[in-house]
């Protein structure tokens, strides 16, 4: 069966970078990068990008367009059935990962219609707390709209690679670097806006530690999309003519200044009007209201801002569907709308004890977390580092001169940066990952 692939590098770019940046850019970063030591946190995250997550991007990608499978294939056809479990591995942290993506993602499409309404009025973040946990911790509301952000990724998806995924992302992506202009030029006219950039880019060294490094190279390989075969599959409708070291270099580039800008349009709000930015995950949807509620005009910038979010949230939803779509269509032959329509309504199916751990189920607890924490812990902190351990450890050294080829030949790239890339695929990413695994799981 004949392979579709990506219309245009254009198109790649527009996908990769749709996947990469996510909801991770937007709500995380600002706060993670803030908490860290601002300007301090952002060198090290720099140097890890450059250098991890650059090589490990390549490298998932190279997997990819050299076997045009999904990852389970993949892994099979280089690796044989020893290695098959690093591809599953991906698939499963997949419905895992989108099963509760998408009731947050279905949060900022409500939240769109709750700004546009004028329901979040209120500049007192103690008021919008309230309304938002009634929100929540709703039976029914929170997954209609979970249901409905699905139902856009299944649309998306179902249309196939071309037209779907690439068409939506040439225009979604644009559009949101478009939002992030725009809200940017508000927030850094702002009135006291230079604390909140001070507050990101200057470097504090003292709020440096062990734990630092762990909080970056966490948010690298989370925002870079890594370690559960998204690139790979995406790489997997790459055709032999994209250079992959430029191609990658734009897509790790591009996440990048996403994030900055989202740090930059972030912090310059909340310090403007004297809020406190560690407040982590309630800094979105409850601190940024009320501040938009005291601002002129604030009601567009809010609706802009939730937009800007759902964007983020889509296309790279429609990213971590697409592994396991593939491994159903590629190892079953099934149809690409039957099975996209199946996966989704598994997704869906988690999200509702994730959604009722908000409300109704708040006081179940496994393993000390509530269903919702369980799924991101797991996936965050447990199968993404595990995925991306086996893969580096798979290139680095059973398939490192096969890579090697894939990414470098042709390229005229010299061989002390060839020889940097398979040095960090062999010894510096396993040991990084190991270690936040260690750190993450409590043993460290
Ligand atoms: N990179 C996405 C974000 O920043 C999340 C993501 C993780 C997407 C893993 C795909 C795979 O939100």
Known sequence: MNREHWGSRFGFIMAAAGSAIGLGNVWRFPYVAGENGGGAFLLIYLAIIAVFGFSLAMTEIALGRATQRNPVGAFRQLGGRLWTPAGYLGVIAGFVILSFYCVVAGWTLAYIGFMARGLLGSTDPAVLGQSFEAFIGDPWIPLYYAAGFMALVVLVVSSGVGRGIERANKWLMPALFLLLLILLIRAVTLPGAGEGLRFLLMPDFSKVSGATFGAALAQAFFSLSLGMGC?????????RSTRIPTTTATVVGLDLLASLMAGMIVLPVVFSFGF???????L????????FASMPGGAIFGVMFFLLLAIAALTSAISILEPAVAYFVDEYGYTRRRTVSICALVCLALAVP????????SGLKILDRSFFDLMDYTATNLMLPLGALLTSLFVGWRWAAGARREIFEGTGIAGIWISVWLLVLRFVAPAGLVWIFLASSGLL
Do not use: N
Not at 231 to 239: A, H, Q, R
Not at 276 to 282: A, F, K, L, T, V
Not at 284 to 291: K, R, S
Not at 354 to 361: D, E, I, K, V
């Open 231 to 239: 690139l790979l599959t995406y790489g997997s409708y790459l055709s």
């Open 284 to 291: 979105t949807f409850v601190t940024l209201p009320a501040i």
């Open 276 to 282: 406190d930015p560690s407040s982590g995950p309630g």
């Open 354 to 361: 994730s959604s009722l751990s908000f409300g109704h189920w």
